[in-house]
């Protein structure tokens, strides 16, 4: 998983590059937007992990012969659920394609626009972007895409503004995560600790 993150991270990287770069090749005529394999491959990996960890809850219960434990029964069928949401999930975002460009024209969910119909490409939210036309949002995708950086080459050479101020390389961007899931356990950490003492009293 860490080479598929690190993947991840460098595309993100790179789209963040041609973001703030004045200098920008051609795009190719046509290409498509589709989900990273990377992201794919992730995803997976989580529903392995999930089947795993059902599969030894139950083993667990069906060594101790303990069949009436109705926690343990709940537990792993959530971890087949979730095991099976993803592995569905997986196979979905493989086939999609998010978005289809064409010359001057690009196609978003079966409706083409020109060029000339998109307002602008503005930051969404962490390492998404989202197109405007028509003062709405008309597609949100994330920097990992393959055919994103293709993407920001064909707004540039149509002259459509670009409002996304990330500058963030690869080595930046893996920080985050790791911020933002110390921030989660602290703050799981101060509620557990809350919940005991009130418990007490």
């Known amino acids: ?20 770069s004045s200098d920008v090749s051609m795009p190719p005529y046509s290409f498509q ?22 599969i030894s809850v139950l083993g667990m219960k069906l060594f ?3 069949l009436f434990s109705v926690s343990g029964i709940i537990l792993a069928a959530l971890c087949f659920i979730c095991a099976i949401f993803s592995f569905i999930y997986s196979a979905c975002m493989e086939k999609a ?11 978003i969910k079966g409706r083409t626009y020109n060029c000339g119909e998109i307002e602008g490409i503005s930051k969404y939210t962490f390492n998404n972007l989202r197109l405007i ?19 920001i080459m064909w707004a540039k050479q149509y002259n459509i503004p ?3 101020d990330s500058s963030e390389n690869a080595d930046n961007l893996k920080k985050k995560p ?3 899931v110390i ?19």
């Open 162 to 164: 670009i409002n996304d």
């Open 64 to 66: 101790r012969w303990d």
């Open 133 to 151: 036309s028509g003062g709405r949002c008309i597609l949100t995708l994330n920097k990992s895409c393959d055919g994103c950086r293709d993407l």
């Open 33 to 54: 937007l589709r989900n990273s394999a990377e992201a794919i491959k992730i995803n997976r990996q989580c529903g392995w992990s999930a089947l795993a960890c059902g």
């Open 178 to 180: 790791a911020v933002l």
């Open 97 to 107: 394609v998010i978005a289809e460009a064409d010359g001057d024209n690009i196609t």
């Open 1 to 20: 998983m860490d080479n598929n993150n690190k993947a991840l991270y460098d595309k993100i990287a790179y789209v963040n590059y041609l973001i703030s």
């Open 183 to 201: 921030f989660i356990l602290v703050i799981s950490f101060a509620a557990a600790l809350i919940i005991f003492f009130l418990k007490r009293k």
